[in-house]
């Protein structure tokens, strides 16, 4: 078992925060995201947001460490994924018009349309759906993705409704892939891909890798657009973790096998398997999604 489990999905990511209030009512407002469950653990407080009962981000306040830095290891944008485009399109209008929102631009990847936003802290946010996989290409065994222009108020004229926008917290969302910044694209296969088990889905874009399980177009993906030659992270606000889920404790055994192969250190606490990149970036890889109270467990 070289590679995840074709059902591995991504679970809620967990930012470090300056200022809990504002970031919190940012993805609130922004984002249409729920407050669903907070713990305080010594300093720090934990709060978890999502849709329904799904969790899509864990903030923890910690106002003491300094803030993101553009040019170090971590996030370049957590992708939040919605059902259809008129989901997409009224949570792209909510951010939009919010007042601490900074919109990053939009396109149309042929196998996905996203919007990209930035958050009061500097963390990168894509709101994405995706076309039906009946749509996608392939060119040499990998999938096709490309970057085009995509008019973001035509997208709202067509797609934005009244009715969507008033409701627009009750429909589906949730983590659809993480895109990090690393220090070298290969050190950066060897780990999740060869390691983790996630599988190279697309290579020639220049600086950047992309990987997933069970042919998705992309979970996670890795560039050094910003980052090249960035060593260990420091202690900073932004990326606390990247949460993925697969189905069984199996998969875990598995994974475990394959870090231990490879001589890379690792927790087990018998829900989930906790590692860290060649740059200090925390992955928790645990059986069965990850409800509010696991992320504050």
């Known amino acids: 078992m070289d590679t995840l489990n074709p059902a591995t999905t991504m679970d809620a990511v967990t930012l470090r925060v300056g200022d809990l209030e504002t970031m ?3 993805y609130a407002g922004a984002l249409a995201l729920t407050p669903l469950e907070e713990r305080t653990q010594g300093r720090e407080v934990h709060r978890v947001l999502g849709r329904g009962t799904v969790p899509m981000v864990k903030l923890v306040h910690t106002p003491d460490l300094p803030g993101v830095d553009p040019r170090q290891a971590g996030l370049y944008h957590t ?38 936003f930035t958050d009061p802290e500097g963390n990168g946010i894509e709101l994405y759906r995706d076309r039906s996989r009946s749509q996608w290409k392939y060119d040499d065994g990998e999938i096709f993705m490309t970057t085009q222009y ?14 969507t926008l008033d409701a627009a917290a009750q429909h589906a969302g949730r983590v659809g892939h993480v895109h990090l910044q690393v220090g070298d694209v290969a050190a950066a296969r060897t780990f999740y891909v060869d390691a983790l088990g996630f599988e190279s889905t697309a290579t020639g874009v220049p600086g950047a890798l992309f990987a997933s399980a069970g042919g998705y177009h992309h979970h996670i993906a890795m560039n050094t657009w910003h980052s090249a030659g960035a060593g260990p992270r420091a202690a900073s606000l932004g990326l606390g973790d990247v949460a993925v889920s697969v189905p069984t404790r199996e998969d875990l055994d598995a994974l475990a096998e394959r870090l231990s192969s490879r001589g890379i250190p690792f927790s087990d606490d018998g829900r989930a398997v906790r590692v860290s990149d060649p740059w200090g970036t ?15 467990g």
Not at 96 to 104: G, I
Request: no cysteine.
């Open 24 to 26: 919190s009512s940012y």
């Open 79 to 116: 992708a939040f994924l919605f059902d259809d485009e008129a989901s997409l399109a009224a949570t792209v209008y909510r951010a939009a018009q919010n007042p601490t929102s900074r919109f990053a631009g939009s396109s149309d990847h042929f196998v996905s349309e996203a919007f990209y």
């Open 282 to 296: 925390q992955v928790t890889v645990a059986a069965t999604a990850a409800t509010a109270d696991d992320l504050l």
């Open 150 to 163: 995509l008019d973001p108020r035509a997208y709202l004229q067509q797609h934005l409704t009244q009715e």
